[in-house]
């Protein structure tokens, strides 16, 4: 069954996320505590919030970003989304939304967790919820074309050092140092 391969996915990159920091540390165990109060929560359908997957999608170098302009957001921040019935796991799903948001074919995921946030939102279930998101570093070949979904108003290649105005600075400068460090 998928949800039981998401949870016991997501359970497993929490337990084995090296944190970098107390706060860091502290969301690890809030996150590994929904998990134990909601075998259904890596799915959309649980209402009071769920687990996302998402990417830092770099370039070979580490050098450029790929950022999505997000219609509900309003903002360019990193590729990612839900997870979905047919995930085996949350590393499958972060690279099937990276697949599928960016149309890069050859992506490579690092399956060790990169960073996790929570973060309030009205999201496809029309309702507030909340997304606790599992972030994974990704790399795309060199020169890979891009294609923008039908879920992104742009997307574009972006310098780690000189994001568009409008972007999740901070959130995509600690994904990149973190990601650097690695």
């Known amino acids: 069954m998928s949800a039981?391969?998401?949870?016991?996915?997501?359970?497993?990159?929490?337990?084995?996320?090296?944190?970098?920091?107390?706060?860091?540390?502290?969301?690890?165990?809030?996150?590994?505590?929904?998990?134990?109060?909601?075998?259904?929560?890596?799915?959309?359908?649980?209402?009071?919030?769920?687990?996302?997957?998402?990417?830092?999608?770099?370039?070979?170098?580490?050098?450029?970003?790929?950022?999505t302009l997000h219609p509900r957001v309003g903002r360019w921040i990193q590729l990612g989304g839900h997870c979905e019935p047919d995930d085996e796991t949350v590393v499958a799903a972060a690279l099937r939304e990276a697949r599928e948001e960016s149309g890069i074919e050859g992506l490579r995921i690092d399956p060790r967790l990169l960073s996790a946030h929570t973060h309030p939102i009205t999201c496809s279930l029309g309702v507030p919820t909340r997304h606790l998101d599992l972030r994974f570093l990704v790399r795309a070949p060199?020169?890979?074309?891009i294609t923008i979904s039908d879920e992104s108003q742009d997307l574009r290649w972006w310098p780690v050092d000189d994001l568009p105005e409008g972007a999740e600075k901070d959130t995509i400068d600690h994904l990149v140092r973190l990601a650097h460090s690695r």
Do not use: K
């Not at 391969?5 to 590994?32: C, F, I």
């Not at 929560?41 to 970003?65: K, Q």
């Open 4 to 67: 039981r391969s998401l949870h016991a996915s997501a359970r497993d990159v929490l337990q084995n996320w090296e944190t970098d920091s107390d706060g860091a540390e502290s969301l690890r165990h809030t996150m590994l505590a929904f998990l134990d109060s909601a075998p259904d929560g890596c799915l959309r359908a649980h209402v009071p919030g769920h687990i996302t997957a998402s990417s830092l999608v770099l370039d070979e170098g580490g050098c450029h970003v790929l950022l």
């Open 142 to 145: 060199e020169g890979a074309p």
